[in-house]
C-alpha cells in the first residue's frame, strides 16, 4: 500500500479528497498567493480523532500539513504546499453556549457569525468582529488572533480565548485552559498558540468567552478634506475616548463602494470617519459629541449624528464592503499595516505618498482607533510593469510601518506573502528564539511550513 492509499484507507470514506478538480478548489486562500503549491490531498477532517490520525500519517511520511479554516485569509497563511496535504477543518462546525459560565465551546470550523448567532440566542455576544465575519471560521480567528471593527473597545481574539484543544505535529492532542476565567498554572502557552497561524499545532476546539450583549449604538458619520485629517481627528477623540468603533475609508474606497453597492456616500469627501458608542445614557450622548468636536476642529466638511440602529449599520455594512468592493477594480496586494494611534496620520500620509512614487492605485480602509490600517494595492496581473510597481509599493509599505514603530500586520497575520520583512520588524534576536519554539514543537518542520518564518 502506498502512503496516500494508507491515509485514504484509515478515515472513513469521503474525508480524503483527491481528485485533481477539488485539490485545486484548495491551493489558495482569498489572497490568491502566486506562490501557491499544488497538494496531493485534501483532507476534510470531521473530528479531532481524524486530525490526530492525518498529522501522525503525515509525521510518519514527512508530509507537510497546511491547516485551513474558511479560506478567508489574506496573507497566503492557507496556501498549498507541493506535495503536502490540506487539512481542512470546515467540517467540525459545533457549537455549544454555556450560559452559566458564559462561554462559547467551538469547533474551528464554525463561522464567526454563526458564534455570534448562538450567543446572541441567549443574550450574550462574542465580540471580535472581522469585516468578514460571515464567512470566517473561528479556527482562523484563532489562527491570526483576528481582531475587526470592534478591537479599539473590545479587542481581539486572543482577549477572549478561555482554553483550547490542540493537535501537535506528533499527534498528540493537548487541552489547554478551561471555562475558567483566570488561570495562571504553568507557562501562558494557551496565548503561544493563538496566533501561530497553523505552524506549532492544529486547533480541534476553542473556548470562548462572551459577553452581554452591547446597547444599541449611537453612529456618527464624519467628511474630510483628506486621509490625513481624519486621522488627526481619530488622535484627538483617542486622547480621552474608546468608541466603540472607529472606522476610517479614503475617496477611493468610497468611490469603489459606491460603485459596487451604492449607498448614497459622498463620493467628492476625501475620507469618511464612521464612529460608534454604545455607552450606557447620557454617556453615550457625550461621548459622541467629543468625536464630533474633535472632527469639527480636524476640518471635517459634513458630520451626521444617528441614533437609528439600521441607519448606522448601513454605515458600518458600506465600511465592510471595501474588500470586495476593491477587489472588483483589478487584482489585490493586501496590507494591514499598522502604528500607535498618534502616528497614524503619519502612516497613512506614508502611503499616499508610496502610491504615487509607484503610480499604483491604493485605497486605504482602516480600523483607525487602533491605528491599523489595510491599504489595498490595485495591479494588472496581466500587466508585468503594474505587478511590479505594485508588489514595490507592498514592500515600501511594509518599511514604513516599520520605520515608524509600526507592525507588518495587525490582524491578518504573517502568512508568506509578509514573511520576507518580518526579521525587519522583530530583529535577528527573536527570529531565533522564534525558530527554537518551532523547532521545540514541530521538529520535522511538516505545520505549514513556508509560513511566517
Known amino acids: ?43 476534510r477532517v470531521e473530528d479531532a480523532e481524524h486530525v490526530q490520525v492525518a498529522v501522525r500519517w503525515a509525521a510518519r511520511h514527512g508530509v507537510p500539513v497546511v491547516p485551513r479554516g474558511a479560506g478567508s485569509g489574506l496573507s497566503g497563511g492557507a496556501s498549498a504546499v507541493d506535495g503536502g496535504i490540506v487539512l481542512s477543518l470546515e467540517r467540525m462546525r459545533a457549537i455549544e453556549i454555556d450560559t452559566s459560565c458564559q ?15 448562538a450567543s446572541r440566542e441567549h443574550g450574550l455576544w462574542y465580540p471580535p468582529d472581522p469585516s468578514s465575519y460571515e464567512i470566517c471560521s473561528i479556527g482562523g480567528n484563532v489562527a491570526t488572533n483576528a481582531g475587526g471593527l470592534c478591537c479599539v473597545k473590545y479587542g481581539v481574539t486572543t482577549d477572549y480565548v478561555l482554553g483550547l484543544d490542540v493537535v501537535l505535529a506528533d499527534g498528540t492532542l493537548i487541552t489547554l485552559g478551561g471555562k475558567r476565567i483566570k488561570d495562571v498554572a504553568g ?19 476553542a473556548i470562548l468567552r462572551l459577553v452581554p450583549l452591547p446597547l444599541p449604538p449611537a453612529t456618527l458619520v464624519a467628511s474630510f478634506p483628506s486621509v490625513v485629517a481624519a486621522a488627526e481627528a481619530v488622535v484627538a477623540v483617542r486622547r480621552s475616548l474608546r468608541p466603540s468603533m472607529m472606522e476610517l475609508m479614503d475617496r477611493a474606497t468610497i468611490n469603489a463602494v459606491e460603485d459596487f453597492s451604492p449607498r448614497g456616500l459622498d463620493r467628492t469627501a476625501g475620507a469618511l470617519l464612521v464612529a460608534q458608542s454604545d455607552a450606557p445614557g447620557d454617556a453615550r450622548t457625550a461621548e459622541i459629541a467629543t468625536v464630533e468636536a474633535a472632527c469639527v476642529a480636524a476640518g471635517a466638511t459634513e458630520v451626521v449624528v444617528t441614533d437609528d440602529p439600521a441607519e448606522g449599520e448601513m454605515f458600518v455594512e458600506a465600511r465592510r464592503m471595501a474588500f470586495p468592493a476593491v477587489e472588483a477594480r483589478g487584482s489585490l496586494l493586501l496590507e494591514d499595516v499598522g502604528a500607535a494611534v498618534p502616528l497614524l496620520p503619519d502612516l497613512l500620509a506614508a502611503v499616499t505618498e508610496i502610491a504615487e512614487r509607484h503610480d499604483v492605485e491604493i485605497p486605504t480602509v482602516a480600523h483607525a482607533g487602533d491605528g491599523n490600517t489595510h491599504p489595498i494595492i490595485v495591479y494588472d496581473a496581466a500587466d508585468a510593469d503594474s505587478e511590479r510597481r505594485a508588489r514595490a509599493a507592498f514592500d515600501d509599505i511594509l518599511q514604513a510601518a516599520i520605520r515608524l514603530g509600526g507592525t507588518i500586520t495587525g490582524e491578518h497575520g504573517v502568512g508568506r506573502t509578509k514573511k520576507a520583512a518580518l526579521p525587519d520588524q522583530l530583529g535577528e534576536d527573536v527570529m531565533a528564539l522564534s525558530r527554537r519554539i518551532k523547532d521545540a514543537l514541530d521538529p520535522a518542520g511538516i505545520l505549514n511550513p513556508g509560513a511566517v518564518l
Not at 35 to 41: E, F, I, K, L, S
Open 187 to 205: 507557562f501562558s502557552l494557551l496565548k503561544l498558540f493563538v496566533g501561530s497561524e497553523g505552524t506549532l499545532g492544529i486547533v480541534t476546539r
Open 103 to 117: 462561554v462559547a465551546v467551538v469547533e474551528p470550523g464554525a463561522f464567526n457569525a454563526e458564534v455570534k448567532a
Open 1 to 43: 500500500m502506498d502512503a496516500l492509499a494508507e491515509l485514504v484507507e484509515s478515515l472513513p470514506a469521503g474525508v480524503v479528497a483527491t481528485d485533481p478538480a477539488t485539490v485545486d478548489t484548495y491551493r489558495h486562500d482569498w489572497s490568491r498567493d502566486v506562490g501557491a503549491g499544488t497538494p496531493v490531498a485534501v483532507v
